[in-house]
C-alpha cells in the first residue's frame, strides 16, 4: 500500500533498524521502545492486522512467531519475552499493518496497559 509506513519500510523506502529479514518477514526497533528489547515483527505483504492474517494466510502469522522466537533469541531474551499484537483503534493499534512488538529485557507486568 503506498500510504502504509510499514510497507515503505519493506520497500526500503524509509530507514529502519532492520534485526531480522527472511523472504516473508523484517523485523526492526521500534524507535519508541517501552523495554530494553523492543522489535516490531511485520510480514512483507500488507494485512491490516493480526485477525485479518490468520483468516488468510495462517502459515504466514507462524512465520511472524517465529521471527519473534528468533529475534527474542539473538537479544538475549528467549525465555522470557512478550508478544503483543494489537487489533484496532481502540486496542493501540495506530499503523494498520500487522505488527508484533517483542518486548523483554525487563519484568514485565501483568496485567499490561
Known amino acids: 500500500m503506498a500510504d502504509c509506513l510499514f510497507c515503505s519500510i519493506v520497500a526500503g523506502d524509509i530507514p ?3 534485526v531480522l529479514s527472511t523472504d516473508t518477514v523484517v523485523a526492526f526497533r521500534d524507535i519508541e521502545p517501552q523495554a ?3 522489535v516490531l515483527v511485520i510480514p512483507k505483504v500488507h494485512y491490516e492486522n493480526i485477525g ?3 483468516a488468510e494466510d495462517p ?6 512467531a517465529d521471527a519473534a522466537r528468533q529475534v527474542a533469541e539473538a537479544d538475549g531474551i528467549g525465555d522470557a519475552y512478550r508478544l503483543v499484537f494489537n487489533t484496532g ?3 493501540g493499534q495506530s499503523v494498520f499493518h500487522v505488527h508484533g512488538h517483542v518486548l523483554g529485557g525487563r519484568d514485565l507486568t501483568w496485567p499490561p496497559g
Open 89 to 91: 483503534a481502540g486496542a
Open 36 to 38: 530494553p528489547t523492543h
Open 52 to 54: 485479518a492474517l490468520g
Open 16 to 18: 529502519a533498524d532492520v
Open 59 to 64: 502459515a504466514l502469522a507462524g512465520h511472524l
